[in-house]
């Protein structure tokens, strides 16, 4: 008898017969002999909804109250899916995060789980029902109601794995799993069976929006294997472990395209020490990201800094360094939005060299110029103009082999 | 420096709009230097909307989890109001009743209040905060949620201002107070400035719809006083209070209607000790409550017995009993739905004798026929014929002279 913790978004419990459908697959689940514990979120638009109220009372309502509001989405649906349970014959019980509990710092709208105390869950589990736990809140120490943040009900999932010692977290998608590239540009873009943390944090951080960062980074850490699979399609999706249960020899696992930056490029900068940090650093004065950075070269006395910024902050970063030209003595300050970062990622980079040089090769035969270029141990990022994106995604997942399941 | 509470029922904060007013009529209190706890129950049309959601699912859900669903509709109005109140200036803070907590038992969609633990409520008043309470709403010693049945939210109000020995319990309704009668029936009705928990328990279970009976019940018992009135307009409103605080020289305090009820005469039943029992134990057995009874006087050896019950139990209570129509041996079973039930209330008629029959005068003389008669130490009700209801209220409240103020 296995225990698994089983997640289900917004989408997956959008409406009563969805409910129904998630209320099915639990009760499967339990039909194979396993304990089950499901996390779910609010109803689809149900946040918005109520952030829309919220909003019509004031731009900034206070974050206590933002979370008592809020938190009322996932205790509305764990009552409707343990009632859909019970209809069916599958002895179920909701819990919301306070009840749990799930206790979490005080940082409302975006706290941290400090601890689950498994103890009223286990004795459910125990007493033969299924567990149905509200995502994406919990309680701080004073019994204050708290948030995770958007998209908090995986870190939810995993948390209450890793509290239970379950078997298995499974995130319920609409996806059937994690793919070697974007199906949608990649038709012969093929599922992964297995991924490690290490890559699906590559992955998920560069653009493939499976599952949020904040979980997998908790799952790696507990060590808590993962798998994302979906909804609405049968499968065994893909699964997510340490390196070492990874049987298959592959060098590369996905490769994940990012539009979400603009490119910023200071130019003719006099060469003196501190360069990067007189450019960047009233751009984080303002509390925006900067993700990659290259410096050129000095060339005449006077040097390059680019880099990528998200592109709903790059018109305030141009603006900032607009200001404070004059300052940094730079000869030009140019923006581009239209860009893209194409990664290759892949835990066999580590030990197969000539990866980087592969990678440039392909897209150089395409004609597609590389603007810059990011590397570390496990992905290389290069930077092009976003009307490449397709053919060099296609291009290299097809240089790569990416299409034929690996030899084991 | 008064402690005050306040209650506004779905209402009055059925939109933003009238989270706003009720805010400010908050911050009018607490202008007036009274330290204030808000109760508020859900807004308008949201429980029905989240009954509508389990019903989706099932015809009767499990009473727990339509606990946990129906709970979020007052967690919803805390947060908002407690927002607009921060909007305004005003320091505010919001408690759903698990988190005060309000302990209940563990009839769940119907529980009773235990104890309610008033430190946090208070620490956070003398902080110089709001504190906005979730109504209707509870845990019980396990922590489950649960619920006090519909219109519990006054229930919650009388019970905290209870707990924190509050100097008054204001219910915000949408009428501006208890009237003598009826205003649609009689347009010279008069707002009463003053009435007795005892008057108001007659007059609310007699149809005079402004306040639930177990709220009424439970600040009697506790002797909070209570005041009625009104969220959309100015005025003082009603204090129910205990009668010695009452100074004013009133036999009656008001008159009620009631046609939520219908009668039935069994009649012709061979007089043996019991007869009662035998025709309104099998009533009482389907669940059905009887209200008046009347039996007449054996005639020829046999015997008459009328009585009242709810119009929605008429045609039940009539099928149960013609199929008994044999062994009660009664001659005829009748029923009438088209009566209604007229009472005086007044602590008054304790010392003043005669009030029975200038009732009785004054229907006899406008040609009224009573069907039935039922007294108690501070009310007397008459059953008539519906079409009457309107001529009796009127003429009874002309000649006990209720349009005019009492002396002091």
């Known amino acids: 008898m296995a225990l698994i913790v089983q997640k289900y978004g917004g989408t997956s419990v ?68 343990a009632m859909t349970l019970q209809k069916l014959g599958c002895p179920a019980r909701s819990y919301t995060g306070a009840q749990v509990p799930i206790i979490t710092d005080s940082a409302h709208g975006k706290a941290r789980i400090a601890r689950i105390d498994p103890h009223q869950v286990r004795a459910a589990l125990d007493a033969g029902q299924v567990v149905v736990v509200a995502g994406f809140q ?15 009900s995986d870190t939810t999932g995993v948390a209450l794995a890793a509290a239970l010692k379950a078997d298995e977290c499974q995130i319920f998608t609409d996806v059937d799993g994690v793919y070697t590239a974007d199906p949608r540009i990649v038709p012969t ?34 060590n808590v294997p993962l798998r994302v699979l979906s909804t609405f399609q049968e499968g065994p999706g893909t699964l997510i472990t340490y390196e070492e ?42 509390n925006i990201e900067v993700d990659m950075i290259v410096q050129n070269v000095a060339r005449d006395g006077t040097t390059d800094l680019t880099f990528t910024v998200h592109r709903n902050d790059h018109e305030r970063a141009m603006e900032i360094l607009r200001g404070r030209q004059k300052d940094l003595g730079a000869r030009e300050i140019a923006g581009d939005s239209a860009i893209a970062k194409i990664s290759l990622v892949g835990v066999g980079m580590r030990s197969h060299a000539g990866v980087a040089a592969r990678m440039f ?34 291009a290299l997942h097809e240089a790569f082999a990416l299409d034929r399941a690996p030899h084991r």
Chains 1, 2 share one sequence.
């Open 361 to 394: 090769s392909v897209l150089a035969s395409e004609g597609i110029n590389i603007r810059m270029i990011s590397t570390s141990e496990i992905k290389i990022s290069v930077v092009v103009s976003e009307k490449y994106v397709e053919l060099a995604v296609r």
């Open 245 to 286: 249960q990874q049987v298959e020899e592959v060098v590369i696992s996905g490769i994940a395209q990012n539009r979400d930056e603009a490119q910023i490029t200071v130019s003719g900068i006099p060469d003196h020490p501190g360069v990067a940090y007189r450019v960047l650093g009233p751009v984080a004065d303002a």
């Open 138 to 152: 919990g309680v701080d120490a004073l019994g204050n109601i708290t948030t995770l943040g958007r998209g908090g």
């Open 189 to 222: 873009a093929r599922r992964l069976d297995h991924i490690t943390f290490e890559e699906m944090l590559e992955l998920a951080s560069l653009g493939a929006k499976v599952l949020q960062i904040r979980s997998v980074e908790f799952a790696g850490k507990y």
């Open 14 to 81: 959008g409406t009563i017969e969805r409910i129904e459908r998630v209320a099915r697959k639990v009760i499967a689940a339990r039909a194979r002999g396993d304990q089950v514990v499901v996390v779910v979120s609010a109803m689809s638009g149900e946040t918005d909804r109520l952030l829309g109220l919220a909003r019509q009372i004031a731009s900034r309502p206070e974050p206590r109250e933002v979370d008592v509001l809020i938190s009322t989405g996932e205790q509305v649906t764990i009552a409707l899916l």
